[in-house]
C-alpha cells in the first residue's frame, strides 16, 4: 500500500482590518492510500458561498465545487464538499484517497465589504493549500 503525504500550508487572509478572517484545519495531515480524510474550512463573516479549488503540479487552478446555500453537499467521485453557513464551516471529505488525487487544494469564501463601505466589492479570500503528495 503505498503511502501519501498530505500538508495544508495555513494562510490565514485578514480583510477591512481583521473583519474576514479564513482557515483550515488541520494544518498538517499525513495520509495512507485507501483512507478517509476530512479537511476544514472555517470563515469568521457571514457568507452564502463557499469554493473548493484544486491545483495540480504545474497546471491551472481547477473549480471543484461551489457551494451556494446551508446545508449544500456535492460530490464528484471521491470528494465531497459540505457547507454550515451557521457554524460558518464547511468541509471537504475524501473517501479512499488515492495517488491520483496527489493536488493542492484551496478552500475560499465570497463575501462583500460591510454596508458602510462607498461600494460593495466581491472579494474572494483563498486559504489554503491542501497538498497531497506520494512518499
Not at 481583521?18 to 457571514?46: D, H, M, R
Not at 454550515?84 to 468541509?91: E, H, N, Q, V, Y
Amino acid at each position: 500500500m503505498k503511502k501519501l503525504l498530505a500538508v495544508i500550508l495555513w494562510l490565514q487572509l485578514d480583510w477591512l482590518s481583521g473583519e474576514l478572517k479564513v482557515g483550515q484545519n488541520p494544518l498538517f495531515l499525513s495520509t495512507q492510500e485507501g483512507k478517509n480524510y476530512t479537511i476544514y474550512c472555517n470563515y469568521s463573516t457571514a457568507s452564502d458561498r463557499l469554493y473548493w479549488y484544486r491545483q495540480d503540479p504545474g497546471k491551472s487552478l481547477e473549480s471543484l465545487f461551489v457551494l451556494l446555500s446551508n446545508g449544500a453537499v456535492k460530490q464528484e467521485g471521491r470528494l465531497m464538499a459540505s457547507l454550515d453557513t451557521k457554524a460558518r464551516l464547511s468541509s471537504l471529505h475524501i473517501t479512499a484517497a488515492l495517488q491520483d488525487l496527489s493536488a493542492t487544494y484551496f478552500c475560499a469564501v465570497d463575501t462583500q465589504c460591510s454596508p458602510d463601505a462607498a461600494s460593495l466589492y466581491p472579494n474572494l479570500q483563498l486559504v489554503g493549500p491542501l497538498l497531497l503528495q506520494e512518499l
